[in-house]
């Protein structure tokens, strides 16, 4: 069994995979008279597909804990698909690119770290496991595409992975 040691998430690391959703020190501007800072334009909502349009929907994840075992992976092929925490619960984003075939590439699969302040925009296409809330039950805001043509493929892995909660640069 494959071990995959975390990485902290962060805009350049998962760009192939998607966008990270958060404040952090990214540009805002005023609006409502200036009571509310307004962060524009932190993911793109993808949509395809003539009966699919940009949904926003709420989930609540089981809690998992670590060792985390990852035996398969998932992709939406019409629309990407955002996950972003309401109540401050980080998870776990594992990702991966595509491989030969309608399969991911095994070899390069990654594990990222999700704080409490941010969120995961999934790209259209993107192999990743399905929400792993850590530590404790979590509530999500989705936005992804809603309509009724098949958009989830799955894939059971050759080989499977292990998340034993170590970082890779250890410097938790």
């Not at 540009?27 to 307004?38: A, D, L, S």
């Not at 092929?77 to 991911?104: E, H, K, M, Y």
Request: with cysteine.
């Amino acid at each position: 069994m494959a071990i995959l040691k975390l990485e902290w998430l962060d805009k350049d690391a998962f760009a192939p995979f998607g966008d990270v959703i958060e404040t952090g020190e990214r540009p805002w501007f005023p609006i409502n008279g200036g009571t509310t800072r307004r962060y524009h334009d932190l993911a793109r909502v993808q949509v395809e597909g003539e009966d699919g349009h940009a949904g926003i929907s709420m989930a609540r994840g089981d809690a998992f804990h670590f060792p985390l075992r990852i035996a398969m992976l998932e992709r939406h092929t019409l629309g990407s698909q955002a996950w972003i925490p309401c109540n401050g619960t980080p998870f776990i984003a594992v990702v991966a690119p595509d491989g030969a075939g309608d399969r991911p590439d095994e070899a390069t699969i990654r594990a990222f770290y999700v704080a409490p302040e941010q969120g995961v925009n999934y790209r259209q296409g993107t192999w990743h496991h399905p929400l792993m809330s850590l530590g404790r039950q979590g509530d999500f805001i989705v936005i992804d595409r809603i309509g009724t043509a098949p958009n989830c493929d799955e894939y059971v892995l050759h080989e499977v992975r292990t998340i034993d909660g170590s970082f890779r640069d250890e410097g938790i």
